[in-house]
């Protein structure tokens, strides 16, 4: 009956091994995720080989192995985003797995070739890689208020303004002597100053006529005068 107990421990130790709980590694996409993995290093006689590879440690080596070391250095790797970042003559072997991809989610087994049966140390972890959150930012929107003293505000004011004709400097000086009431008495007589001055050199040019015509009467009345004294 005991040999049989042995038989059966022996086989399922040869079969399962000595493996660790998974642990649980989260991550983001397009970041750096470390898995950590370590073993005991006293002396130099310690350092030993390991392997990385997807899914659970098997009986021995890694399935689907992504990257090896002989201890000092990394001899094997299948994709340059798998590196080992730790000091590995202090038995750091933590994976790091560059630019993270949703694909890099699932087991990975840490697995640290030591010396004797079933000596193996192995380790499974479990990684899960999610999608980097997209914040939506709310729209803002910026007020802008005239104030007028401290914390408290009034409605801004609109000032509306005219702009007038030019006129000359007597056209000026008549607007100015007469007072205005209202807005269209101001635009009445504004007008009225504007017709005057288009008026008044047509004016001027008919009384020139008149004077003309007058000297000329005067000149023929005097030839007439003087041929009949002749």
């Given at each position: 009956m005991l040999s049989c107990f042995c038989m059966n421990w022996i086989v399922l130790m040869l079969f399962t091994g000595l493996t660790a709980s998974a642990s649980?590694?989260?991550g983001k996409v397009?970041?750096?995720?470390?898995?950590?993995?370590?073993?005991?290093?006293?002396?130099?006689?310690d350092i030993t080989s390991m392997c990385w590879g997807r899914g659970s440690c098997p009986v021995s080596k890694c399935y689907q192995t992504i990257i090896w070391t002989d201890g000092h250095m990394v001899t094997e790797r299948s994709s340059s985003r798998y590196r080992l970042k730790g000091n590995l003559a202090m038995g750091d072997v933590s994976l790091t797995i560059v630019n993270a991809e949703e694909a890099d989610s699932g087991i990975y087994c840490c697995r640290v070739e030591i010396s004797g049966w079933f000596n193996d140390q192995r380790s499974d972890h479990k990684v899960v890689i999610e999608k980097a959150?997209?914040?939506?930012?709310?729209p803002h929107t910026y007020?802008?208020?005239?104030?007028?003293?401290?914390?408290?505000t009034s409605e801004s004011s609109f000032t509306v303004t005219r702009t007038w004709p030019a006129v000359s400097a007597s056209e000026a000086s008549l607007t100015?002597?007469?007072p205005c009431s209202t807005t269209s008495d101001c635009l009445d007589v504004t007008a009225n100053v504007q017709n005057v001055s288009v008026?008044?050199?047509?004016?001027?040019?008919?009384?020139?006529?008149?004077?003309?015509?007058?000297?000329?009467?005067?000149?023929?009345?005097?030839?007439?005068?003087l041929v009949l004294f002749l």
């Open positions: 649980l590694v989260k397009g970041q750096d995720v470390t898995v950590p993995c370590f073993y005991r290093v006293e002396t130099t006689q959150s997209i914040s939506t930012a709310s007020t802008s208020e005239q104030t007028t003293a401290r914390g408290s100015a002597s007469v008026s008044l050199p047509s004016q001027q040019y008919s009384e020139h006529g008149l004077y003309i015509g007058i000297g000329l009467c005067a000149v023929l009345l005097a030839v007439l005068s």
